[in-house]
């Protein structure tokens, strides 16, 4: 298996290098925009080649030591919406036809993969949040580095707590993880590629379906996965809601979530930084929880929360007032 993983990496950074320096694609770059921060044509290559890497590897490694073929069925079904949301970021397509879209993946993910039956009322709760966190996450992919790091962080730190404490080893994990880490080098050290919204979309269900597989094992409670995706739905809450009070579109791409807001008055640097602290902060508290069973600590996280809701609200209303100066 250590072989096996020495030749993933080495495929994985090939398939990056040809694709980003020996054969590039105009039709799949992205043109500077109002939502980005570049200025010059960069690929959006990056999801497609994180699914390229993942997708191949599982299938040579089931063929050495077969793997449960959940993992298998979860590639097959979300191939769709990967494809179309691909599509999507050639030529822009309909909001409708990108719901829709959502909306049968999803609800097939959870039938199928997470063996939610429809007469659930778990299944309805888990389609409605699927659906706000893919496009949440979406809307978060506006800086190098943010979103890759926030999975790596999330999956890094809470697989090495839970294999010292309860011995828990998924090789899914690396094999999810390493394509990512190239990306990131790839993404934000050389800005040569994007993730593209199929790569938003890709990790978004990635991270929930690894959160997933620990909540199955009760490692964690659907409540501290909610807590430990706060910062995202945080930042894309408040900007929804003040979107609707203002009457905006809010299907219009733009450049006023929290994120974008302290990168474009600090840097790129700083906006990874904070959301670094801010997860193993959280991550901090979790493991002081699931180590000494004292649920005070859940207050020390409220507390958290509730600073950086008010922290998200004061810069998004102080960055309305700059920009009407």
């Not at 494809?83 to 999507?88: C, N, P």
Request: charged share 10%; proline share 2%.
């Amino acid at each position: 298996m250590i072989n096996l993983i020495f030749f993933y990496v080495f495929f994985i950074i090939i398939l990056f290098y040809i694709f980003l320096y020996k054969f590039e694609i105009p039709l799949l770059f992205k043109k500077p925009d109002g939502r980005g921060f570049h200025s010059v044509p960069i690929s959006q290559l990056g999801g497609v080649l994180i699914y390229i890497s993942i997708f191949s590897f599982l299938i040579i490694v089931n063929f050495f030591d077969k793997l449960d073929f959940i993992y298998l069925k979860f590639f097959f079904i979300i191939t769709p919406l990967l494809i179309i949301t691909f599509l999507d970021d050639i030529k822009s397509l309909s909001i409708l036809i990108r719901l829709i879209s959502q909306f049968i993946i999803i609800s097939l993910l959870i039938y199928f993969v997470f063996e939610i039956n429809i007469d659930n009322i778990w299944f309805y709760f888990y389609l409605l949040f699927l659906l706000i966190f893919l496009n949440f996450y979406n809307f978060m992919d506006g800086v190098n580095g943010y979103v890759s790091s926030n999975i790596i962080t999330i999956i890094v730190s809470y697989s090495l707590f839970f294999y010292i404490k309860d011995s828990y080893y998924n090789i899914f994990d690396i094999i999810i993880l390493l394509p990512i880490i190239v990306f990131f080098i790839f993404n934000f050290c050389f800005k040569k590629v994007f993730l593209g919204d199929t790569g938003s979309i890709l990790l978004s269900l990635l991270l929930f379906f690894y959160l997933y597989e620990i909540l199955k094992l009760n490692y964690l409670s659907f409540y501290e996965v909610i807590i430990i995706l706060n910062l995202y739905l945080i930042d894309g809450f408040t900007n929804l809601i003040y979107r609707f009070i203002n009457k905006e579109n809010i299907f219009i791409a733009h450049r006023k979530h929290f994120y974008q807001i302290i990168s474009e008055k600090l840097n790129h640097v700083f906006t990874n930084f904070f959301q670094l602290s801010y997860n193993l902060i959280i991550f901090l508290f979790i493991c002081l929880i699931k180590l000494t069973g004292n649920h005070l600590f859940y207050y020390f996280i409220i507390f958290q929360i509730i600073i950086t809701t008010l922290l998200v609200i004061y810069f998004r209303v102080i960055y309305e007032k700059y920009q009407n100066i």
